[in-house]
């Protein structure tokens, strides 16, 4: 009886900033990772960002020194902050909480970059 849902998707211009976010319902005591990903039309889905329990993070190299990922602790909520957003960034994007083996996906907040 997991859910997970993000929100803050929506269109945007090229160089402007979203800010995803994504909860989880159940109860957390701990987590592995907590991630993003994003699926564009006709491409498989795709890493953008993670982080682990112990805040160590990962980047796409795509989105390196353009998007940040954090959580807030004290609920375990993860936001994506993404700053000079390309028509590439394009894609749904889907929030996942690993919990020690345990995968748990929203079902995807449309984010599109166009003039």
């Known amino acids: 009886q997991v859910q997970v849902r993000e929100s803050g998707g929506g269109l945007v211009q090229p160089g402007e900033s979203l800010k995803l976010s994504c909860a989880c319902s159940?109860?957390?005591?701990?987590?592995?990772?907590l991630g993003w990903y994003r699926q564009a039309p006709g491409k498989q889905r795709e890493l953008v960002a993670d982080i682990s329990g112990e805040g160590n993070t990962r980047y796409a190299d795509d989105v390196k020194g353009r998007f940040t990922i954090s959580v807030d602790n004290s609920k375990y909520r993860v936001y994506l902050q993404m700053n000079s957003l390309k028509p590439e960034d394009t894609a749904v994007y889907y929030c996942?909480?690993?919990?020690?083996?345990?995968?748990?996906w929203g079902r995807g907040t449309q984010v599109t970059v166009s003039s």
């Open positions: 996942n909480y690993n919990l020690y083996g345990d995968d748990y």
């Open positions: 159940a109860r957390i005591f701990s987590v592995n990772k």
